[in-house]
């Protein structure tokens, strides 16, 4: 039985060059925000939203994002975190909160394949974090009662 090694993902180096810009473009607007996780294919990085926090705490919201190597003929993957202690949310209302906001970025992402979109997206949860959380908090706590 042969062993297999596990290849690193092939990318196009023209697509790997539009990451990589991508990449540098956020870091530059979001300074000590932006976090590289992986600057080897696939590219991780997160993005930190200070502003989405309560205040007084230091977890703040943040969007983790991995870009596939066909990236950006194709959706990035999305994680979002931090909402539960940021927003002083409960557990059941914070799984809620983070579906609703991945489903909104999800589908977004997909009406965007084939551009770049990674700042179109973390706009959109900024706004979300501006004025949703607190009447979807409620109504999340409302329909668990």
């Known amino acids: 039985q042969q062993q297999q090694h596990q290849q690193p993902p092939v990318v196009d180096p023209e697509k790997l060059d539009?990451?990589?810009q991508e990449m540098e473009?956020?870091?530059?607007?979001y300074g000590e925000d932006f976090e590289t996780i992986c600057a080897q294919p696939p590219l991780r990085?997160?993005?930190l939203f200070r502003s989405g926090a309560a205040p007084g705490h230091d977890v703040f919201p943040c969007l983790t994002v991995e870009l596939p190597?066909?990236?950006?003929?194709?959706a990035p993957k999305l994680r979002v975190g931090g909402l539960r202690q940021a927003l002083?949310?409960?557990r059941e209302a914070e799984s809620a909160l983070i579906e609703?906001?991945?489903d909104r970025l999800g589908r977004e992402a997909e009406a965007?394949?084939?551009s770049e979109m990674v700042f179109s997206l973390l706009d959109i949860m900024q706004d979300w974090l501006r004025s949703a959380p607190a009447g979807a908090a409620a109504d999340v706590a409302a329909a668990a009662a």
């Open 18 to 20: 539009v990451q990589q």
């Open 69 to 74: 190597p066909a990236y950006p003929e194709c």
């Open 112 to 114: 965007l394949v084939g």
């Open 45 to 47: 990085f997160r993005v």
């Open 88 to 90: 002083r949310v409960a």
């Open 25 to 29: 473009s956020l870091a530059a607007i």
């Open 100 to 102: 609703q906001l991945q």
